[in-house]
């Protein structure tokens, strides 16, 4: 049995990175809020 985590950073990007969260109003929010709260990474 495998661990249910296999990591592929291409996925990764494509659903949680910068870009992505910069398309839509809610997305763009997430990024507001964490650069707000000082983040060091907003996204992936």
């Given at each position: 049995?495998?661990?249910?985590?296999?990591?592929?950073n291409?996925?990764?990007?494509r659903?949680?990175?910068?870009?992505?969260r910069?398309?839509?109003?809610?997305?763009?929010?997430?990024?507001?809020?964490?650069?707000?709260?000082?983040?060091?990474?907003?996204?992936v």
């Amino acid at each position: 049995m495998k661990m249910t985590y296999q990591p592929h950073n291409t996925r990764r990007k494509r659903t949680h990175g910068f870009l992505v969260r910069m398309r839509t109003k809610a997305g763009a929010a997430v990024i507001r809020r964490r650069r707000a709260k000082g983040r060091q990474k907003l996204a992936v």
